[in-house]
T-cell receptor, first 115, second 113 residues
Framework: AQKVTQAQTEISVVEKEDVTLDCVYE???????LFWYKQPPSGELVFLIR??????QNEISGRYSWNFQKSTSSFNFTITASQVVDSAVYFC????????????FGKGTMLLVSP | GAGVSQTPSNKVTEKGKYVELRCDPI?????LYWYRQSLGQGPEFLIY????????DSGLPNDRFFAVRPEGSVSTLKIQRTERGDSAVYLC???????????FGEGSRLTVL
């Protein structure tokens, strides 16, 4: 069975601080896909990134970066120079299918960025 | 609009009643998904449609839950004999094809009193 653990329930930072959101996953498959989604107060989930299990290269997109480490089954997400607009709940998710259909989500980490 | 549309945005009902939640996917998206998100939890998969047929309904919790997509576009999630434990936000998502990125709606918040 697959499982995603986001141990941090809530994180509070001040604007311009860097913040890392942790994600640890469990799966028996050798091929799997990892995701991060952002859920602002409006409720819709916004896709941020998908990474397959064969690609351990870290990725950077603007102020966002992701660190995938198969050895520790972790897929952590860092926001550099956080902004108030980054305040949201962030979900890490796992799929054992190439598609996005049956995602297993973690419980989410609420990030509060204050001015 | 161009996004996934869900109605109603809020629904309050009494225990034992029947409820329908509607999802209008992005035009041209063949795949449609329903997820349920309870308070303080991540979304949980319910059912996935490819076209008109349910390709995977393994997430439906019991036979009180049923979903249809008769013309391969709009989908309706139907809940019979609602229970207080059914209270949650029901999220719909669509994708161009089964391997494509999911686009989520804002959800329908169901409260069962």
């Amino acid at each position: 069975a697959q499982k995603v653990t986001q141990a941090q329930t809530e994180i509070s930072v001040v604007e311009k601080e860097d913040v890392t959101l942790d994600c640890v996953y469990e799966t028996r498959d050798t091929t799997y896909y990892l995701f991060w989604y952002k859920q602002p107060p409006s409720g819709e989930l916004v896709f941020l990134i998908r990474r397959n299990s064969f690609d351990e290269q870290n990725e950077i997109s603007g102020r966002y970066s992701w660190n995938f480490q198969k050895s520790t089954s972790s897929f952590n997400f860092t926001i550099t120079a956080s902004q108030v607009v980054d305040s949201a709940v962030y979900f890490c998710a796992l799929s054992e299918q190439p598609g996005y259909s049956t995602l297993t989500f973690g419980k989410g980490t609420m990030l509060l960025v204050s001015p | 609009g161009a996004g996934v549309s869900q109605t109603p945005s809020n629904k309050v009902t009494e225990k034992g009643k029947y409820v329908e939640l509607r999802c209008d996917p992005i035009s041209g998206h063949t795949a449609l998904y329903w997820y349920r998100q309870s308070l303080g939890q991540g979304p949980e998969f319910l059912i996935y449609f490819q076209g008109t047929g349910a390709a995977d309904d393994s997430g439906l919790p019991n036979d009180r839950f049923f979903a249809v997509r008769p013309e391969g576009s709009v989908s309706t999630l139907k809940i019979q004999r609602t229970e207080r434990g059914d209270s949650a936000v029901y999220l719909c998502a669509s994708s161009l094809d089964p391997t494509g990125e999911l686009f989520f709606g804002e959800g329908s918040r169901l409260t069962v009193l």
